[in-house]
């Protein structure tokens, strides 16, 4: 199999099944012309994070890693009216175009997106006591993935979903030797979610628009 074909299904998949809308394509439009790198989700794929905060009832939904809104419209979409979504993002230059597109979609009510480093914005979150998020979409700097995880863990309940991209990394996880920091990273989260018994999880391999990665799906089973 190549990419040609992977691509070619994930257009087949937007045509037949996701329908990505005005609002969807004009975001990533916006975000290519104000110079941010092509690394949003697929379209399959910010369906299923909507079908997945759909399907989980989300009403509060926290992401680590703006980029131009992509993922956050796609997420923000399942939320009811009185929702929230929360997008950390450290570039002020992405927030800004991340705000905008939220704003094209309609989404400026109930979505927020935070610039600063998402470690201190996670901690802050936790300082004021935040109640807990039902979906914590986890797309930011590879490597600080353990800590994110650990973050997430303080800002969820039993029955949230956390959920990490970019996990498989071209079939880069399998590599135990690896020193890539972001492969290294990911193999030290599992470990983590695999030693804490309030957590379960699996992870889902990948192919499409965006090559052979995946995703990490940990669900809280019990308060850390
Ligand atoms: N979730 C987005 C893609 C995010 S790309 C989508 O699918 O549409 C990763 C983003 O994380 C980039 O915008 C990058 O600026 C941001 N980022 C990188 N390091 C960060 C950090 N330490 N804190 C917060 N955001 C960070
Ligand atoms: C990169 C980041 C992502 O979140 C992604 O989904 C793909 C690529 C990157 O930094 O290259
Ligand atoms: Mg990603």
Excluded: C
């Amino acid at each position: 199999m190549t990419q040609q074909q992977w691509s070619a299904v994930d257009a087949y998949l937007d045509e037949a099944l996701v329908g990505e809308d005005a609002a969807l394509t004009a975001a990533l439009e916006t975000s290519a012309k104000a110079g941010l790198p092509a690394i949003a989700v697929s379209p399959t794929q910010g369906k299923l994070l909507h079908l997945l905060a759909a399907s989980i009832g989300a009403r509060r939904i926290l992401e680590v890693g703006s980029l131009g809104g992509y993922s956050a419209i796609w997420m923000g979409r399942a939320l009811p009216a009185d929702g929230r979504l929360v997008s950390l993002e450290i570039s002020p230059a992405h927030a800004a175009v991340a705000r905008a597109n939220l704003h094209e979609a309609g989404l400026e009510k109930v979505a927020e997106v935070r610039t600063g480093r998402a470690a201190d914005s996670l901690a802050e979150l936790v300082d004021d006591r935040a109640e807990p998020f039902d979906l914590v979409f986890i797309d930011a700097d590879k490597p600080s993935n353990p800590e994110y995880l650990e973050w997430a863990r303080k800002l969820t309940r039993p029955g949230s979903l956390i959920i990490v991209d970019n996990v498989v990394r071209g079939g880069a996880l399998a590599d135990a030797d690896s020193t890539d920091p972001a492969v290294v990273a990911v193999r030290r989260m599992h470990a983590m979610v695999a030693a804490d018994p309030g957590l379960e999880a699996t992870a889902v391999q990948t192919v499409g628009s965006k090559g052979y990665d995946g995703f990490t799906l940990i669900r809280v089973t019990a308060t850390a």
